[in-house]
């Protein structure tokens, strides 16, 4: 299979992605998170050529993107209160709510992504579309056309060229299907934003790790080759022990580091992270993918606050980092 790459704002670009979803094949798209990989959602051969094309588990489940309130009517049984809520405030946006499944015992996760070729490619294939991130499966997510090319190529049938991601971190999960709603994967919404409208919810993100209702929850992810390190603790503890760490690493290694410390590791080889969480968040995926480039074996980040966005930042980290976490 030839894997054809267009930029979203050629003409006809969106119209020829569109036609191949109908026809049960395979796009690579942009939205505000991160690369997704879309096929018809109401088509079980179509969704059995995302696993394969990723190496996915078959038991991590899709999410489905919509773009409006009926097509999202097509797939869920029914709307609670709490996600109709989360619909009017949230949606379009990084928002992935769990529904009641229609036609079954089982629930499904929807989101109606806030990026334009993503809503107006959905729009015009006129049917939900499932889409995980477009890489192989357990390594970091695409942020970038370039990333999905480098896993996917001849392996789908085109990717839709968006340029860069705009939040680059999945989008959050809440299951509305329990009281209170629980948060399955944290995200750019976070959970003190969600509570100022529905009220308290908890943190599940290691529930259902036998039966898990979003992706992330079971398997191995965000990972590159090399060996991370995350730790944790007051600014200047965590800087102290990373020197420490990497006074004697033998392997190629390097240090990921907030911008504001990068003086600090004189010496050592430093990959700039960011200077605000939006900024980390943005490139986390993008360093990671770097740092398989560089042929990394071992690489030391300065770890977030578990607060606000912090709270997703710390979760792919601690999975890409196999929860290899240092508390200093």
């Known amino acids: 299979m030839k894997t054809i790459v267009l930029k979203a704002n050629n003409p006809g670009a969106i119209s020829h992605a569109a036609d191949i979803i109908k026809g049960g094949g395979l796009v690579a798209f942009p939205t505000e998170t991160v690369y997704g990989l879309g096929g018809n959602a109401l088509d079980n051969a179509a969704c ?4 394969e094309a990723k190496g996915r588990p078959s038991d991590n489940p899709l999410i489905s993107h919509v773009a409006d309130v009926e097509q999202l009517k097509q797939i869920v049984s029914h ?7 989360l619909i009017k405030q949230f949606w379009p946006g990084p928002l ?3 529904f009641p499944e229609k036609n079954s015992k089982n629930t499904i996760g929807v989101r109606m992504p806030e990026n334009p070729t993503a809503l107006d490619l959905i729009r015009r294939a006129g ?5 995980p991130s477009a890489n192989i499966s357990g390594s970091p997510s695409p942020t970038t056309a370039e990333h999905v090319l480098n896993d996917l190529d001849g392996k789908i049938d085109m990717i839709l060229d968006g340029g860069k991601c705009l939040h680059g971190l999945e989008s959050t999960v809440i299951d509305c299907t329990v009281a209170p709603a629980a948060i399955l994967r944290p995200g750019a919404i976070t959970k003190e934003m969600i509570e100022g409208f529905i009220g308290s919810v908890i943190l599940a993100t290691e529930a259902g790790k036998n039966t898990p209702k979003a992706p992330g929850m079971k398997y191995r992810h965000y990972a590159p080759k090399a060996r991370l390190t995350v730790v944790v603790g007051e600014n200047n503890m965590v800087i102290d022990n ?4 990497t006074a004697n690493v033998d392997e190629q290694y390097a240090v990921m580091a907030h911008s504001k410390n990068i003086d600090r590791y004189l010496g050592r080889v430093v990959i700039n992270m960011g200077a605000e969480n939006k900024d980390i968040a943005a490139n986390l995926f993008a360093l990671l993918r770097k ?3 560089m042929g990394l074996k071992e690489v030391f980040v300065e770890g977030v606050a578990e607060t606000g966005l912090g709270l997703a930042i710390m979760n792919r980290l601690k999975k890409a980092a196999s929860f290899n976490i240092l508390e200093v």
């Open 48 to 51: 059995a050529k995302i696993y």
């Open 242 to 245: 990373i020197l420490r760490l």
């Open 96 to 98: 992935t709510i769990i």
């Open 291 to 293: 740092c398989d480039d």
């Open 127 to 131: 049917v939900p579309v499932a889409a």
């Open 79 to 85: 709307i609670t209160q709490s996600a109709e809520i």
